[in-house]
């Protein structure tokens, strides 16, 4: 496993991350044990959840995701080796300060965070995503506070719109206060316009570490969906409605292709190309179970041609379509 930093910080977080949004409602928590031992064992030292994770399916509420990952870190004794990444933002209950990026709610969530991770401290504290109710001046002054008391190390953003981001830099600049060093966006073979067109410069310019979600576009890009069927899984309506467009199953064909004469696998295949984008310091990976982390992690061994790149970055192509729609 590599490791880089984590934009212009002193963080060092393992090539893959180990998302866990599925942990509590389509992996219990004895399998979500299993799956973490196992990435460690391979060397992914950095986990990502969310404060909302898993409040999805029958049984599962907001913070069981947080939780599971407490109780693995107080058996296993092994928080010092993780790097520990989560968020805040989403709607924890329907009380009217239970949501949001006020202070209200960031303060209180940090300390719930905390509890339920059975840990003293959180390395990257995410804002899941924008919230244009609170000044970014109040939300910037809340995690300021909670990195000076030593409880954050870093903040994050996730979902931010290009210009919300540069927004917050001046703020930070502007008030001398703790400035987002990570983004976290959706970026895969099936979503590539956002990030590479407004993102991306804004990565680039501010030295921003970027730790990208659904590089498989949530299973769409593993060759499991086809026009008339879908996967067994609890996902599969979501994605579909998502991702089911004709262009993203020529991505799948093209990736079956190149996976074939690789003698990879179209994840594999998919992933490489991800790792391969200058500006990702890690993507963050979603799997279910040890043979889908095993299988994910030989994607380190695949190394693209140019053509592949060429094959998959044409099939996948956004200014094309952006040059149509003048
Ligand atoms: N910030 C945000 O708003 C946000 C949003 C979404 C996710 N995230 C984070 O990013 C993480 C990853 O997101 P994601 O789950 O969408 O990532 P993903 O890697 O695009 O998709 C993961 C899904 O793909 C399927 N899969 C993975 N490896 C496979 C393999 N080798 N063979 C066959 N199927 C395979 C599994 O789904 P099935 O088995 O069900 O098909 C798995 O749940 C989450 O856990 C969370 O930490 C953040």
Do not use: C
């Not at 995410?126 to 000044?135: A, E, G, I, R, T």
């Not at 979600?213 to 599969?236: C, E, Q, V």
């Amino acid at each position: 496993m590599n490791y880089r930093k984590l934009g212009r910080t002193g963080l060092r977080i393992s090539r893959f991350v180990l998302g866990t949004m599925q942990m509590g409602w389509i992996v219990n928590e004895e399998d979500s044990f299993k799956l973490l031992d196992a990435a460690l064992e391979a060397g992914i030292t950095t986990l990502d959840t969310a404060d909302v994770y898993s409040k999805w399916g029958e049984g599962s509420y907001a913070g069981k995701s947080e939780e599971i990952i407490g109780r693995w870190f107080n058996d296993r004794g092994n928080r010092d080796d993780l790097v520990l990444a989560t968020k805040v933002r989403g709607e924890m209950s329907e009380k009217p300060n239970d949501a949001g990026l006020s202070r209200t709610h960031i303060l209180s969530s940090a300390d719930r965070s905390l509890n339920r991770l059975q840990t003293e401290w959180i390395d990257l504290y995410q804002s899941h995503s924008f919230d244009s109710d609170v000044p970014q001046e109040e939300t910037l002054r809340a995690y300021t506070k909670l990195v000076e008391d030593g409880v954050v190390n870093y903040i994050g953003a996730s979902n931010f719109a290009a210009a919300e981001l540069v927004e917050s830099f001046w703020v930070s600049d502007k008030y001398g206060l703790a400035r987002y060093e990570s983004l976290q966006p959706p970026y895969s073979l099936a979503r590539r316009r956002d990030y590479e067109k407004h993102l991306e410069p804004v990565i680039k310019k501010h030295d921003l570490g970027v730790i990208n979600y659904s590089p498989l576009g949530g299973g769409f890009l593993t060759g499991r969906y086809t026009k008339d069927s879908t996967p067994d899984s609890k996902r599969a309506q979501t994605i579909t409605t998502r991702y089911a467009k004709e262009r993203n199953f020529r991505i799948v064909e093209s990736l079956k292709e190149i996976a074939e004469a690789h003698h990879a696998t179209v994840p594999q295949i998919a992933l490489a190309w991800v790792l391969a984008r200058e500006t990702v310091t890690a993507p963050i990976i979603g799997v279910n179970s040890i043979d889908q982390l095993n299988q994910n992690l030989r994607a380190f061994e695949i190394t693209l041609s140019t053509d592949d790149f060429d094959r998959l970055n044409t099939v996948s192509d956004w200014e094309e379509m952006d040059f149509m729609a003048r």
